[in-house]
């Protein structure tokens, strides 16, 4: 006889805590492999890790960006982005200028963030997180739209504190010149 498995209690996903998260707060908790948890204004962002088509389009675009990256860029995977002290994301991909940094990579020298939409993500990622960027200045955002029957990218850059689409995917293959030319195969 197998005796039943035993699940944690809700409770203990994440500790009990009154008010508003800290950055402090987010930065102790353990190391989760199963989720990612985002700090805006106070309150996290709790979402699983992507499907594994999710994580087909994420490394198809990483392996794109990085065999474009010019030497001043450097493409990366899931990085801790600072966006201010009451605000830290965690986007798919980003492109950024290599500099020394510790657990939070300072948002001044993010390039282009990349979001692969998925239904836990979908809604924060066309609207709060493509407002969040905005707001921090961030020039490039990529958003990938895995639900069509060909998969849909659409590069935005920031103009006047807006973002204005500039480059959309023709056939599950977006061409663009910037933040530097690179052609993204989905």
Known sequence: MAAPAETAPAQYLLPRHAGPWSLDDVLSLPEDNSQRIELV?????????????????????????????????????????????????????????P???????????????????SP????NDQGLKRDLYAQA???????VDPEPRVVEAT?????????????????????TERPFPVTITF
């Open 41 to 97: 204004d106070g309150m996290l962002l709790v979402s699983p890790l992507g499907s594994y088509r999710h994580q087909q389009l994420v490394a198809r675009a990483f392996r794109c960006l990085v065999g474009a990256c010019p030497v001043a860029f450097e493409a990366t995977i899931e990085l801790n982005v600072l966006l201010s002290s009451g605000r830290l994301v965690i986007p798919d991909f980003t492109i950024v200028r």
């Open 155 to 175: 590069l935005l850059e920031l103009q006047d504190g807006e973002y204005v689409e500039i480059a959309v995917s023709k056939g599950g293959v977006l061409e």
């Open 99 to 117: 500099r020394e940094a510790g657990v939070l990579f300072p948002v001044s020298d993010v390039v282009l963030v990349g979001e692969v939409f």
């Open 120 to 123: 836990s993500t979908r809604l």
């Open 137 to 143: 200045g961030i020039e490039y955002y990529l958003m």
